[in-house]
């Protein structure tokens, strides 16, 4: 009877633990090891928008934070998110190039060339139209999404990704400063996009060239680029 009991026991432990690695899914039943010690007190993320900029649009369930921003941010540079890693978000879509990568078509971590170069991706805060260049995401957290599990960009499985996290020394931390969870089991795929569209609604381009001399009359335009600027404008140009 007693062998009988710590089999029991035993098998009991071993479906608990299987629990927690069921898909991204949260578990109710999983070991205390899954618990994450640490404070939640989210702080409101100070958005610097300039004075010529209509306000942001920012999901209501998706709120800016200091600890979301944070999060995202690591989430975007990191290439755990990459089945090899060896690529990030950030390979394509690098701060000195607009965040675009400078290619006419981008490539992913199998060396297959996309269809289209990776997109500058500033202002999103002001897009409500849809992302990807055919508009097919109609949220930015839909749009983070897809990119990793795509065969020619990141080529990884959200599954195998939020497992990755799951283990990692660092995140589950973050994960429960930015948005309260107290275990390692509800970190999802769904809450790392909300912290990598958090951190992308921080690209504000507000001082480009054309900033400068339209809003903030500082210099002029070239001759050219005046030119350029009229028959951007005009209703009646002709391509």
Known sequence: MRLFTIALLAVSAIIAINACDDDDKPCSNCPNNDLISGEYNPQPYNLAVPSFFPP??????????VEGVELGRRLFYDKILSADGTMSCATCHLPEKSFTDGNAVSTGILGIAGRRSSMAIVNLAYNAKGFFWDGRAATLEEQALLPVEDHIELNESWPNVIEKIRNHADYPLRFRKAFGIDRK?????ELAVKAIAQFERTFISADSKYDKVVWKNEGWFTDQEERGKMLFSSKNRKL
Do not use: F, G, M
């Not at 089991?185 to 795929?189: A, G, M």
């Open 56 to 65: 942001p649009i920012i999901p209501a369930d998706n709120p800016l934070t």
């Open 185 to 189: 089991s509800e970190i999802t795929k």
